[in-house]
């Protein structure tokens, strides 16, 4: 079955340092891959999303950058984090066409400080 | 662009009382729609979703779903809740965009359950 990785859960991060969260996914090849972040009260922001490997897309401009550097591997980053980076980022695959919707993972809470 | 809305930001209901969420979509042809639950700090988990045919979808956790597209509406509906269905509740469709499927959230009901 497939499954969906996601880590650290959570991470207290100075402004101005650099963020790396990894997701993986097993199980399954060739998923389309998503970042989400969702704020308090704001629901769920799509920040990027991936259809394979070194293809990103990017739906909201900002402080971070995603790579997808494996078939089932995808990295959010940021060089330098800012107060507004704060929030939980989570993950998410999904087969090609929606039949089964999307998987998520379990999470990142990320506060910056 | 498709476009989903939730307009309860917050519902409360008693334990055993039956309870129904509601979801508006905006889309030009036939839609795929979801409802995702979401625990605090925990991820997003699939409860139903609706492709074609039958317009009354039975999910996980004893919810359903009633499409009905003159009203372009996906609501949610459970007889009787229990305390352990306080949480977020999440409506999507989903349609293809730049190269791929995405699903398109509203901003969610948070349930309350009064023991």
């Known amino acids: 079955s497939q499954t969906i990785h996601q880590w650290p859960a959570t991470l207290v991060q100075p402004v101005g340092s650099p963020l790396s969260l990894e997701c993986t996914v097993e199980?399954?090849?060739?998923?389309?891959l998503y970042w989400y972040r969702q704020a308090a009260g704001r629901g769920l922001q799509l920040l990027f999303y991936s259809v394979g490997i070194g293809q990103i897309s990017s739906e909201v401009p900002q402080n971070l950058s995603a790579s997808r550097p494996q078939d089932r591997q995808f990295i959010l980053s940021s060089k330098k984090l800012l107060l507004s980076d704060s929030g939980f980022y989570l993950c998410?695959?999904?087969?090609?066409?929606?039949?089964?919707?999307?998987?998520f993972g379990s999470g990142t809470r990320l506060t910056v400080v | 662009a498709q476009s989903v809305t939730q307009p309860d930001i917050h519902i409360t209901v008693s334990e055993g009382a039956s309870l129904e969420l509601r979801c508006n979509y905006s889309?030009?042809?036939?839609?795929?729609l979801f409802w995702y639950v979401q625990s605090p700090g925990q991820g997003l988990q699939l409860l139903l979703k609706?492709?074609?045919?039958?317009?009354l979808v039975q999910g996980i956790k004893g919810f359903e779903a009633e499409f009905k597209r003159s009203q372009s509406s996906f609501n949610l509906r459970k007889p009787s809740v229990h305390w352990s269905d306080a949480a977020e509740y999440f409506c999507a469709v989903g349609a293809l965009g730049a190269g791929s499927y995405q699903l398109t959230f509203g901003k969610g009901t948070k349930l309350s359950v009064i023991p």
């Open positions: 609706y492709f074609s045919g039958d317009t």
């Open positions: 998410a695959w999904s087969a090609q066409g929606l039949l089964y919707g999307y998987t």
């Open positions: 889309y030009g042809a036939t839609p795929y």
């Open positions: 199980g399954t090849s060739n998923p389309n």
